[in-house]
């Protein structure tokens, strides 16, 4: 009997446990499907089938369902419930100060002012200054498009903890929603004078905000640049303000205004010009070397006892050979002999060590190329080799440039064996693939194609893109010549010919291309003297004899490969040597039409931008 009852009450207890675990399961499936039903509902905007399951569900968990639940009753037109839920919420929620701000909209709905906005200000009036509590809220107010209120819930806070954090990014990015471009950018400006190391974070908060202009350079907002210039004004001794303008400046490319404040800072500060020292770098990269030398000449009219008065006077000095020589501009011999004098002067106030090392290797070029001065060249190039201390890729590239003065002085084995040199010390680096190349270049001026040929071709995957442009163009000159005409002398005297070039002696270059063409038909070399007969004619300043020969090569001879080098030397005629802009203009976008991979492709595009009379970025 015992043993009857123990078990008819463990199949009591299963059973209980059973009916208990399939009530449960219902009722877990009951409000699932409840929350699932009141979703579609909602979803689908059948709000009046959804607000009976919300209200259920918000009976349960209302600080889940209340958001869903309120709008539901909004839009059945149930206010009254509406409003007594929000105030209940209130009640039990009173640090959630945007629950006010649903009840002001809500009266709002009634076009009921007065009540809407004392529900606004007692939300405001309630903030303690806490962080989360005064980002909720201000949050509440944009949603509502009520942005005033929200930059008054932050200047409240702000207040509250005695302005140590003044939420200037949150009222930037409300003023941003507000559509006050203005206000905004002030917001940003007061965070960099309440903390300079703000700069950085504003900077990148305007790029975001005002977006960057490719076209025009930086942010091309002009409320940006005055509110910036009223700023200066109010706050002369908030330097990092100024520099902030500066900054804009730079990127616009207003050289001339970068430096009217860089001066004006120097001044007020006391400085030793150094900011001048920076912006006349940025000015010489960019060509600009008007304003670099502003920058220089007024770094040096400080004296000699200023720091920065010997580098002002070497980089002057090499800006001005830079704007002279590099930027392709016409000069006069009158204007390289003074240039070379000033060489010299430097190095003899200064002597020869790390600082004037580049000055002296741009009197060796000048000796070289232009004053017929090679043993002075070479004197020069083999004390800057040997000068104790050098660095050594300086050194390397120092001995590249004592090999083409030797070379142009006609002592080959001299100029192949200082090229071998740093060959073999900088086999890994670009200063030795361009030894290489040049000893390549050696071996055609010696009539060896074969081999010069095989070095090319290796040289085709150089790091340089440069090195391996010229080597794949050397290579195919050869190769085009030897391979159509088994008769190697009309390329024997192309490369004699390019050497005389290389040694300036440029008439008897002109004779020798000419006596190919008068002594050899059907010879591959027509486009290849063409455009050297192009650099030979302005090299003399013989420059529309130069257009001609580059246009032969252009019309007959443009998918070969000096027709985008001839089109950008045409351009680079018309714009700098002849003067017509307007050709120059249509030059450039010619060469981006025809030969988008081109080497030439950035300057062009840049060059072509400048001349359509963009700001160049």
């Not at 100024?242 to 990127?251: G, K, M, V």
Request: charged share 25%; glycine share 4%.
């Amino acid at each position: 009997m015992q043993l009857k009852h123990k078990n008819h009450n463990i199949i009591v207890r299963l059973f209980t446990l059973m009916i208990l675990f399939f009530v449960f399961t219902i009722n877990a499936q009951t409000s699932l499907t409840n929350e699932q039903l009141a979703l579609q509902y909602f979803d689908n905007k059948e709000y009046d089938k959804a607000v009976v399951y919300y209200e259920k569900l918000y009976d349960k968990q209302p600080s889940i369902y209340y958001l869903n639940y309120i709008n539901c009753l909004i839009k059945t037109d149930d206010k009254k419930k509406a409003e007594k839920t929000i105030k209940k919420q209130i009640k039990s929620n009173p640090f959630a100060l945007n629950l006010y701000v649903d009840l002001g909209d809500l009266y709002n709905l009634d076009n009921d002012t007065k009540k809407s906005e004392e529900q606004y200000l007692k939300a405001i009036k309630e903030l303690n200054g806490e962080y989360e509590q005064t980002l909720i809220l201000a949050e509440a107010f944009k949603k509502s498009k009520l942005f005033d209120y929200a930059i008054q819930a932050f200047e409240k806070s702000a207040k509250l903890n005695n302005q140590t954090y003044p939420f200037y990014y949150e009222k930037a990015d409300v003023y941003k929603d507000k559509g006050d471009l203005k206000a905004m950018i002030n917001q940003y400006l007061d965070a960099v004078i309440f903390r300079e190391s703000e700069f950085i974070n504003v900077q990148n908060e305007l790029q975001s905000n005002l977006g960057y202009d490719d076209e025009k350079g930086g942010f091309n907002n002009p409320i940006l640049k005055q509110e910036l210039q009223k700023r200066i004004q109010q706050n002369p001794s908030k330097t990092i303000l100024t520099e902030f303008l500066i900054f804009i400046q730079l990127q616009q490319k207003d050289f001339d205004g970068a430096f009217i404040q860089n001066k004006a800072l120097d001044k007020r500060n006391r400085e030793d010009g150094y900011r001048l020292m920076d912006l006349a770098k940025i000015c010489v990269t960019n060509e600009n070397y008007e304003v670099a030398e502003k920058c220089f000449s007024y770094v040096l009219e400080k004296g000699k006892e200023n720091y920065n008065y010997t580098q002002a006077t070497i980089d002057g000095a090499l800006a001005q050979f830079d704007k002279l020589i590099k930027q392709n501009l016409k000069f006069t011999n009158e204007q390289i002999v003074a240039l070379a004098d000033r060489f010299k002067s430097i190095i003899n106030e200064f002597g020869l060590n790390q600082s004037t090392i580049p000055v002296s290797r741009k009197l060796a070029y000048i000796n070289a190329y232009y004053l017929n001065k090679l043993s002075d060249a070479i004197e020069i190039l083999n004390e800057v080799v040997t000068a104790p201390g050098i660095d050594k890729f300086i050194q390397a590239d120092a001995k590249l440039e004592l090999g083409d003065a030797t070379l142009i002085s006609g002592n080959v084995w001299d100029a192949s064996l200082l090229y071998s040199q740093v060959e073999k010390s900088f086999k890994y680096d670009i200063v030795g693939q361009e030894a290489k190349f040049r000893n390549a270049k050696l071996s055609f001026y010696n009539g060896d194609f074969k081999w010069s040929k095989a070095q090319l071709d290796v040289l085709k995957g150089a790091t340089s893109k440069l090195i391996a442009n010229d080597a794949m163009d050397l290579s195919l000159i050869i190769g085009d010549a030897i391979n159509i005409d088994t008769n190697v002398v009309p390329l024997q005297y192309f490369a004699s010919a390019d050497l005389l070039l290389l040694q300036n002696k440029t008439d008897e270059a002109l004779k020798r291309m000419d006596s190919i063409n008068i002594l050899f038909d059907n010879h591959s070399l027509a486009d290849d003297i063409y455009f050297k007969k192009g650099l030979i004619y302005t090299k003399k300043g013989m420059y529309n004899e130069a257009l001609e020969a580059y246009k032969r090569v252009v019309e007959n001879y443009g998918d070969e490969i000096f027709g985008d080098d001839a089109f950008f030397k045409m351009a680079e005629l018309y714009q700098f040597y002849v003067n017509d802009l307007e050709k120059a203009k249509t030059t450039y976008q010619e060469l981006l039409t025809k030969y988008p991979g081109s080497i030439y492709t950035v300057e062009a595009r840049k060059r072509f931008r400048k001349l359509r009379g963009d700001n160049v970025n």
